[in-house]
C-alpha cells in the first residue's frame, strides 16, 4: 500500500514538469513562427508600399496580370501605364510590382542595393 502510494506522488510530480515542458515548447514554436513566417511577410509588405509610393513617370512596371509598360501618369492610387505605344490604360498602385528590368538595375548600381 505504502507502494502504491510513493508511486502515484512520483507520477504527479513527473506530471508537474511536463506540464513546463510544453509550455516552453508552445512558446518556442511560436517564436519560430514569427521569426519565419509574419517577420518576412510584414518585411516584403513594407517594401512594396515603399515601392508604391516611390512610383513616378517613366518607371517600367508589370501588372498582376503580367502586362509590361511604363508609368505615364500617377494620380493617388491610379497610374496610367503606356503598354504599347499610344495604348494607355489605368490600373491600381496595388496591381503593379516593379519589373525584372528596373530590379536588376538596382542590383547592379551599388548605391541603391546598399538602401535596401
Known amino acids: 500500500m505504502l507502494n502504491y502510494i510513493l508511486l502515484q506522488q512520483a507520477a504527479a510530480a513527473d506530471m508537474q514538469g511536463a506540464g513546463w515542458s510544453s509550455w516552453i515548447m508552445i512558446i518556442a514554436i511560436i517564436v519560430i513562427f514569427y521569426f519565419f513566417m509574419i517577420r518576412p511577410q510584414q518585411k516584403q509588405r513594407k517594401e512594396t508600399q515603399k515601392f508604391h509610393d516611390s512610383l513616378t513617370k517613366g518607371t517600367k512596371v508589370i501588372t498582376a496580370g503580367g502586362i509590361h509598360g511604363r508609368v505615364v501618369e500617377v494620380d ?8 504599347a505605344s499610344g495604348i494607355k ?24 542595393a546598399e538602401k535596401k
Open 89 to 112: 490604360i489605368r490600373i491600381n498602385k496595388t496591381s503593379i510590382y516593379p519589373s525584372h528590368e528596373a530590379a536588376g538595375a538596382d542590383a547592379a548600381n551599388p548605391v541603391n
Open 76 to 83: 493617388g492610387p491610379v497610374v496610367l501605364l503606356e503598354i
